[in-house]
Nanobody, 130 residues
């Protein structure tokens, strides 16, 4: 059974930093494209950042990230990370980890923009106060 468990969300002041983690089990983590998405009540879930499973580890970020976030993965630990800095109140959301098996090229872009058979975690809340 696949499980994705996010952690690291918290209440932080604007300008602060957080590191989110997503611990994966029940899947061959190193073969999965991974990503972070977020959602606020009343709005659709949006992609934040994705990372390829391939050796090049290509990453892909949403425009609003503006160089403030860094996605990374540790395949030995089956863990995905999102380092967030210069946080803004607009970053307040429930942050989800996602996993999809994609064998095609540009997998990190496909996870961000194409619907697919994804695994999702339960989310971790990030709240940024002004």
């Amino acid at each position: 059974q696949v499980q994705l468990v996010e952690s690291g969300g918290a209440l932080v002041q604007a300008g602060g930093s957080l590191r989110l983690s997503c611990a994966a089990s029940g899947l061959t983590f190193s073969s999965y494209t991974m990503g972070w998405f977020r959602q606020v009540p009343g709005k659709e879930r949006e992609f934040v950042a994705t990372i390829s499973w391939r050796k090049h580890r290509n990453t892909y970020y949403s425009g609003f990230v503006e160089g403030r976030f860094t996605i990374s993965r540790d395949d030995a630990e089956n863990t995905l990370y999102l380092q967030m800095s210069s946080l803004k109140p607009d970053d307040t959301a429930l942050y989800y980890c996602a996993a999809r098996f994609i064998y095609l090229e540009d997998d990190e872009i496909r996870l961000a923009h194409e619907k697919g058979d994804d695994y999702w975690g339960q989310g971790t809340q990030v709240t940024v106060s002004s």
